[in-house]
Nanobody, 126 residues
Framework: VQLVESGGGSVQAGDSLTLSCVAS????????MGWFRQAPGKEREFVGT????????TFADSVKGRFSISRDNTKNTVYLQMNSLKPADTAVYYC????????????????????WGQGTQVTVSS
């Protein structure tokens, strides 16, 4: 599977953005999906993840209550809805995929994922 993110941009604090990640191939529904971000000079960090079935998700504490994740397996797409954006959310956002035997599994570590997109920049100004 190959992943392509889109939807990044420059916004003001308090604004919202929706990132999309489109996967190639027919096996999208067998992958758990994750969103990560990397700010300049920092390590890549977990943002959110969703199970292959779409009914389980979890988020980093820093975005909990502001971000949500969803997927449309008919469109091979996973979304990251970001609300109440803060300057601290400024980073390159990456989606990632990991094949999952269980429909309910999700993964929160960078090392759990073997397939990554190229990233999309999100810049939040105060």
């Amino acid at each position: 599977v190959q992943l392509v993110e889109s939807g990044g941009g420059s916004v003001q604090a308090g604004d919202s953005l929706t990132l999309s990640c489109v996967a190639s191939g027919r096996a999208f529904r067998t992958y758990s999906m994750g969103w990560f971000r990397q700010a300049p000079g920092k390590e890549r960090e977990f943002v959110g993840t969703i199970s292959r079935s779409g009914d389980r998700s979890t988020f980093a504490d820093s975005v909990k209550g502001r971000f949500s994740i969803s997927r449309d397996n008919t469109k091979n797409t996973v979304y990251l809805q970001m609300n109440s954006l803060k300057p601290a959310d400024t980073a390159v956002y990456y989606c990632a995929a990991r094949w999952s035997f269980s429909g309910a599994s999700y993964y929160t570590s960078v090392r759990d994922y073997g397939v990554w997109g190229q990233g999309t920049q999100v810049t939040v100004s105060s």
